[in-house]
C-alpha cells in the first residue's frame, strides 16, 4: 500500500488544478461593469497577452536551442540522459502557462473587483482575493503536479526497471533527468522577472516623461500609448514576475530536498525513498490546505479588516500544514538515527526534520514581518526619510540608501539563525527541508501577493471611469492593505530564494563529488570574489536597462502624437499596441546580458576552474544577492510610503507638509530611483542566485571530480560515532537493496 | 655578517625620517605670503590641531583600556604575553604621530604653495608635492622603524634568548606581540578615517546649508562659524585619513607576510627567518626608492605636465624597487623548493617570490588606471551620468548608482586574479607578499595623494585672499591632477586593504590552527553571511551619522549668529574653535557605533563560534566590503566629476548646458549623495575589513582548535610529493634549530 503513497503527488496537484478552475470560472461569470471599464479592462488584456506572445515567441527559440544543448550535454554523462531535455521542455512550458494563469484572471479580476466594489467592500475583497488564489492554486498546483509525475517517470525509468540503488547512481540520474525541470521553470522566470521588472518601469518612466511632463495630461490618460503599456507592467512585473518567480523557487526546493533527500540511507516502507518523497508529500499537503486557508478570507462588514481576514487565512493554512507535516513525517520516516552519507554530516532523527520545517516557517514569518517594518508608513524607517526630505534630493537620497543598508542586518541575522538552526536538526537535509517548509504554502502566499496589484489595478479603472467616490474608496482599503502585502511577499520571496539557493549549493556538493568548499584555497577564494561581484553588475545592467528602455518608450509615444492626428482631441486611437511591442522587446532585449550572466557565468567557471571553485562562485553570488536584494527591495520600498505619506500630509519639525511642496518633490525623487531598486534590480536577485545553483547542479555531473551517487565514494569520516552510524547505515542499505530486488 | 642584516631596516626607518626632516624644514622656511593669507591659514592649522587634541583624549582612554585588557589577555595564553600591551600602545602612539606629521605640513605646505604659485607653476608643484613628500616619507619612515625595532626586540626576547625554533611556537610568540603594533595603528586609523570622514562631510554639509543657504553668505566666507571646520575637514579627511589607513596598510601587510613567513622551514644564512625578514627589507627599500622617486617630480616650465612629472617618479620608484627586490629576494632566500607547512599548500621558489611582488605591483597599477577611467571627466562612466542629469534628479542618481556598482566587475577581476596568480607563484606567502610589493612605494603613493589636498587648499587660500587670476589658474592646473591622483590613490588604497586582509586572513588560519574554512558547513556559511552584512551596516551608519553630525553643526552656527552680534559686519569674529570641536564631538561620537561593530564582531563570533565560523565572518566582510568600497568610491567620485564637468559646460543631445541649469542642479543632488559614499563610508571599507582581520589575528591563540605553532601538528597531507617535502623540511628545520643553539 504505501508503494501507492508516491502516486499521491500528482494526485493532490490535480485536485488543486480543478479547484482553480472552479474558482476561475466563478470570477469570470462576476460582472465586469459597464462599457468604459469593459474597455478599459479589454485593452489592459489584450496588451498582457501581446507581451506573453512576443516573449514567448522569443523564448521558443531558446528553449529549443537550450534544450538541444542540454539533451546532447546528458548523453556525455553517466549520470544524466537525453531525457533532460524533456523534462527542461515540460518545466519551461509549465512556467510559461503558470504565467499566463495568472496573467488571464488577473487582468479578468481587475475590472470585476472594481464592479464588486459598488456593492461592497466583502464582495470587492472576495472578487479580488479569488483572483488572486487563483494564481496562487494555479501555480502550487503546476508544480505539485509536474514534480509529481515526472518523479514518478523518472523512478519508475532509472531505478526501478533497472533495479538500481535508491541511494545510488541510478537515483541520481532520475534526480538530476528531473532538475532539467527545475532549469526549465526558472530559466522562464528569469525572462518573466528580470524582462517583467523591465517592461514595467519602463513603460511607467516612458508614460510619465512625455505624457504628463509634455502633453500636460493626467496619469493613466486613455489619450497616452503608453498608458496601457504602463497597467499591462503592473501585471507583468507583479502578477506574473512574482508568480514565476516562486513557481520556481518551489519547484527548485523541493528537487534540491529530493537530491539531498537520495543520500540518507532510509529503512522505511516506501523502497528506501521516503527522504526523497517526503518534500514532494509536503508541497501537496500545504497546497491542500493553503485552498482549505483561502476559504476563511472573508469579512462580514464594511469596518472588518481586511489584514486581519488575509492574516487569519494565512495562519490556519500554515498550522494546519505544519500540524499535518508532522504526522507525515512521523508515519514516512524510519525510527532511528538518519544522515547524509558525506563529510561534515552529523546524524539526526524524524523529529529534527520537524524541526526543520518549523524553523523554516518561522524565518518565513519574520523576514515578511521585519520587511514590512522597514517599509510601512508610520515606523521609524520611513519616517526618517520623510524627515529629510525636507532638506531636499540629495538627503532623501542619502535617507534611503541608509535604511536599505541598515535593513540587511535583521534578515540576515534570521538566515543564519535558521540555517545554523536547521542544520542543526537535521544536517543539510534540514536545511532543504526548511525551505520546503517555508514554501509548503506558496499558494496562499501567492494568492496573498496577487491580490495586491489586482485591487491597485481596480482602483485605476474605477478612477477612469469615473464611478462614485465609495468605490474608488473600497478599492483604496483593499490597495493599502496590498502594499503591505507586496512588501512582505519581497521579504517572502528573497528568503525562499536563499534557502532554495542553499539547499541547491548543499544539494549541489553532493553531485559534484567534492566534500567541502574551502575559500581558504586561493582559486575558491577568488571564486567567492568574483561571484559576489556579479550581483553588483546584474543590478547595473538591470537598472541601466530601465533608463534605455524606457528612452525607446519615449520616442515611440512622440512620435505617435505627432504622426496620427486627432489623438488629443479623442477622435483617433493610440495605438496601444505598438508601445507595448516597444517594451516587450526593450524589455526581452535588455535582459539578454544579465540572463547570459546568470546562465554562463557557472558554466564557464565550472568547466574552467573545477567543482570547487564553482561552490565559491555560488557562495559568492548567493551571499551577496540576498544582501543586494533585500537593501535594493526595503530602499524601494521606504522610498515609495515615504512619498505616499505626503499625500495624506506629514508633519516635519512641527509644520505640516502635503504633496506639492519642495518636501514631497524630493519624495518624488527617491520613489523613481527606488523603481528599478524595487521592482526590476531588486527582486531580479532571487533569480540570480536561484538559476546559478540550478546551472551548477545540472552540470555537476560533468564537472565531478569522482565518480558520484553511492555512499562510500564520498564519505569523510570525522570520528568514530561516525564511522558506526555509516557501518549501520550501509547494512541497512544493503538490506534496502535486497528488498528491492525482491519486489 | 648575514646577522646584522636584521639591523638595517630600523637604518632605513631612521635614514628616511631624516630626510622627512630636512624636507619638512625646506617646506616651512619658504615664504607664507601676506597676512590675510597667513591669518587665513592659521585658523586652519588650528582648527586641525583642534580636532587632534580632542581626539587624542578620547583615543587616550581607549588606548589605556584597550591596552590593559590587551595585556591581560596576553598572559593567558602560552603563545603571547603582556607584552603586546606595550607593542599596542607603541602603535598606537606611532600612527597619531604620523597623522600629526601630515596635517601640520600640510597645513602649512597650503598657503605657500598658494605664495609660490605668485611666481611659478614649477615652484607652486615643488612646495606642494615637497609637503606631500613629509607625509608620505614619514608614514612609511616611522611603520618601517617601528616594525624593524620592534621584531628585533621581540626576536631577541622570545626566540633568541630562550633558543626558541624559528618556525615554532618562539616565533609565533614574537610576532603575536608585534601584532599588537599593528592593532594599535590600525585602531587609530579606524578613528582617524571613519571620524574624519563624518568631520569633513559634516563641516562641509553644516557650513552650505546654513552659510549657502540661510544667511546667504559665499562658500568659503570667513564670518561662517563653520568655514574653518569645513577646510580643516579637508585635511583631517583627505589627508590624515588616508595617512593613518595606509600606515595601518603597509604595517599590516609586512606583519601578515612575516606571520606567513615563520611558518616556511628556510635553510639560508639568516638564522631561517629570510621569509620574516624579506617583508620588512623590502618596505625599507620601498621607503629608499620611493624618496630618490620623488626627486624627479618636477617641471621646468608653465607648460609642463604635471601629471607626467608625477607618473615619472612614481615608475622610477616602482622600477627601482622591483629591480632591488629581485637582488635581496635572491640574496636573501634559499635555494631550492620553499612551503608553508601547512594543508593545502604548494611548493615553490624565490623566483616564485620575486613574481609575487610583481603582481602586487601590478595588481596595484591596474587598480588605479581603472579606477581613473570609471571617475575622470570626459571618459563614458561620467559623461553617461552627465546625460542622465537632463532628465532630473532621479535619473542622475540612478546612473551613478549605476556606475558605481558596474565599476566593480574590473578591479574583482584584477583582485581575483592577482589572488590566485600571487597563490601559483609562491603559495599564500605569495599573497601576502604581493601585498607588501604593492604597498612597498607607499611613501611614494602617498606623497601623491597628498599633495591634491594641499593643492586644493592653496587654490582656496588664493580665492579667499583675492590674489591675481593667474595664481589660481596655476593651483587649478595643480587641483587637477590632485582629483585625478585621488581617484588613483582611493582605488591603490582599496587594493591594498583588500590583500592586506587577505594576507593577514592566511596568516590568521594558521595562528587559528585551523587547515580550512569550509563554507559547505552550515556554522561556517552562517558567519559568511553574517560578515557580509556588516559593511552594509557600516556604511548605512556611516552615511547616516553624516546626515546627524551636519545637523549638530548647523544648530551651532545658528546660534553663533544669534548671540554674537556684529559677525556679518566683519567686527566680531566667530568662534571658529566651536564649530570645530561640535564636528570633532560629533564625528567621535557617531563613529562609537561603527567602530564597535568593527572591533568587537570577530571577537564575538571567535569565542562564541570556533575560529573556522570567524574565518567565515571574516570572508564575508572583506568580499562584501571591498565591493562596496569599490561601489561607494567610484560612484561618489564619478558624481563628482560629472557635477564639476558642467562649470566648464557639457554638451546634452546637441545643446550646452552650464552652471545654474536644471540639469546642473541635479548633478549638484548626485555630489551631495556621492559626499558621505566616496569620504566617509567608502575609504572606511578599508579600515574595516583590515581591522576585524587584526582583531582575529590577535584573538587566535584564545581561541585556536590545537596548540599551534609547530610544522607536524598542522600539517594535512594531500599527495606523496608533498609527503616528501615536508620530510625534508623537517630534516632542515632540525638543522636550523641545532644551529641556532650553537649561535
Redesign the interface.
Known amino acids: 500500500m504505501e508503494q501507492m503513497f508516491i502516486y499521491l503527488v500528482p494526485v493532490l496537484g490535480i485536485v488543486g488544478l480543478i479547484i482553480m478552475a472552479i474558482k476561475s470560472a466563478w470570477v469570470t461569470k462576476q460582472d465586469a461593469g459597464d462599457a468604459t471599464m469593459q474597455e478599459l479592462a479589454g485593452h489592459i488584456a489584450r496588451g498582457a497577452m501581446a507581451f506573453l506572445r512576443a516573449e514567448w515567441k522569443v523564448l521558443f527559440y531558446f528553449v529549443v536551442i537550450a534544450g538541444i544543448v542540454l539533451g546532447w550535454s546528458g548523453t556525455l554523462v553517466e549520470n544524466s540522459s537525453w531525457i533532460i531535455a524533456v523534462s527542461f521542455v515540460i518545466g519551461a512550458v509549465l512556467s510559461a502557462f503558470a504565467g499566463y494563469l495568472g496573467m488571464n484572471i488577473a487582468t479578468k479580476a481587475n475590472v470585476r473587483t472594481t464592479e464588486a466594489a459598488r456593492t461592497s467592500l466583502a464582495k470587492a475583497l472576495k472578487v479580488s482575493f479569488t483572483g488572486g488564489s487563483v494564481m496562487g492554486i494555479g501555480v502550487a498546483g503546476l508544480a505539485v503536479l509536474g514534480m509529481g509525475s515526472l518523479f514518478i517517470l523518472f523512478y519508475n525509468m532509472f531505478v526501478v526497471s533497472t533495479g538500481g540503488d535508491v541511494n545510488g547512481d541510478a537515483m541520481a540520474t532520475a534526480l538530476e533527468v528531473l532538475a532539467g525541470f527545475s532549469l526549465g521553470a526558472e530559466s522562464i522566470a528569469l525572462f518573466a522577472r528580470v524582462g517583467g521588472g523591465i517592461y514595467t518601469k519602463a513603460a511607467d518612466v516612458g508614460a510619465d ?1 512625455v505624457g504628463k511632463v509634455e502633453a500636460g495630461i493626467p496619469e493613466d490618460d486613455v489619450r497616452n500609448p503608453a498608458t496601457i503599456a504602463d497597467n499591462v507592467g503592473d501585471n507583468v512585473g507583479d502578477v506574473a514576475g512574482m508568480g514565476a518567480d516562486l513557481f520556481g523557487s518551489y519547484v527548485a526546493t523541493i528537487l534540491a530536498s529530493m537530491v539531498l533527500g537520495r543520500e540518507i540511507v532510509s529503512v522505511d516502507n516506501f523502497g528506501g525513498i521516503a527522504p526523497v518523497l517526503l518534500p514532494l508529500v509536503i508541497a501537496g499537503l500545504g497546497l491542500m490546505f493553503s485552498i482549505i486557508g483561502t476559504l476563511f478570507v472573508k469579512i462580514s462588514s464594511e469596518n472588518a479588516s481586511v489584514q486581519s481576514a488575509l492574516n487569519k487565512g494565512n495562519w490556519i493554512s500554515i498550522i494546519l500544514t505544519v500540524a499535518a507535516s508532522y504526522f507525515v513525517i512521523m508515519y514516512m520516516l524510519p525510527e532511528g538515527d538518519l544522515m547524509l552519507s558525506r563529510g ?1 554530516s552529523i546524524a539526526f532523527t524524524k523529529m529534527g526534520v520537524f524541526g526543520a520545517v518549523v524553523i523554516g516557517l518561522i524565518v518565513g514569518a519574520l523576514m515578511s514581518i521585519i520587511t514590512e517594518y522597514y517599509t510601512a508608513m508610520g515606523k521609524r524607517p520611513v519616517n526618517s526619510i520623510i524627515k ?1 526630505s525636507s ?5 532623501n ?3 534611503g ?6 535593513s ?2 535583521l534578515p ?2 534570521v ?3 535558521g ?2 538552526g ?3 536538526a537535521a544536517g ?1 537535509y534540514g ?1 532543504a527541508i526548511a525551505a520546503a517548509g517555508m514554501m509548503a504554502t506558496t499558494a496562499m502566499q501567492l494568492a496573498i501577493d496577487a491580490f495586491g496589484p489586482i485591487a491597485d489595478n481596480a482602483g485605476g479603472i474605477a478612477e477612469m471611469s469615473g464611478l462614485p467616490k465609495e468605490v474608488r474608496e473600497r478599492t483604496d482599503i483593499l490597495d493599502a492593505v496590498g502594499n503591505t502585502t507586496a512588501a512582505a511577499g519581497k521579504g517572502f520571496a528573497i528568503a525562499s530564494a536563499a534557502l532554495t539557493a ?1 539547499a541547491l ?2 544539494a549541489y ?1 553532493g553531485l559534484a563529488g567534492i ?9 575558491v ?6 561571484g ?2 556579479i550581483p ?2 546584474f ?3 538591470a ?2 536597462a ?2 534605455r528602455a524606457a528612452m525607446d518608450m519615449v520616442n515611440e509615444v512622440r512620435r505617435q502624437f505627432r504622426e496620427i492626428p486627432g489623438i488629443m482631441e479623442y477622435k483617433a486611437k493610440p495605438e496601444y499596441e505598438k508601445c507595448v511591442e516597444i517594451s516587450t522587446q526593450a524589455s526581452i532585449r535588455e535582459m539578454v546580458a544579465p540572463g547570459a550572466i546568470a546562465l554562463l557565468s557557472p558554466i564557464i567557471v565550472g568547466f574552467a576552474f573545477g567543482p570547487e571553485v564553482l ?2 562562485l555560488l ?2 553570488i548567493t ?2 544577492g ?2 543586494m536584494g533585500i ?1 535594493q527591495n526595503n530602499a524601494g520600498g521606504a522610498w515609495d510610503n515615504a512619498k505616499k505619506s505626503f499625500e495624506k500630509g506629514v508633519e516635519i519639525d512641527g509644520k505640516m507638509e502635503f504633496k506639492g511642496s519642495e518636501a514631497h518633490k524630493a519624495s ?3 520613489d ?2 527606488g523603481d ?1 531598486f524595487k521592482d526590476t534590480s531588486g527582486p531580479s536577485m532571487n533569480i540570480l542566485i536561484k538559476l546559478t545553483s540550478i546551472v551548477a547542479l545540472i552540470i555537476a555531473p560533468h564537472i565531478s571530480e569522482v565518480p558520484h551517487g553511492t555512499v562510500s565514494d564520498s564519505g569523510f569520516v570525522e570520528d568514530s560515532k561516525e564511522i558506526t552510524l555509516i557501518e549501520e547505515n550501509s547494512e541497512a542499505k544493503l538490506e534496502t537493496i535486497e528488498r528491492l530486488k525482491i519486489q
Chains 1, 2 share one sequence.
Open positions: 516623461l561534515g529629510q532638506t531636499g534630493h540629495a538627503t537620497i542619502i535617507g540608501l541608509s535604511v536599505g543598508m541598515e540587511t542586518v540576515i541575522l538566515l543564519a539563525g540555517i545554523y536547521s542544520f542543526l543539510l536545511v542553499l549549493f548543499a556538493v566534500n567541502s568548499i574551502d575559500i581558504y584555497k586561493a582559486d577564494l577568488s571564486g567567492l570574489f568574483v559576489a561581484m553588483f553588475i543590478s547595473s545592467l537598472i541601466a530601465v533608463g561552490g565559491g557562495a559568492g551571499v551577496s540576498v544582501l537593501f518624488v525623487t527617491g523613481t530611483v528599478p
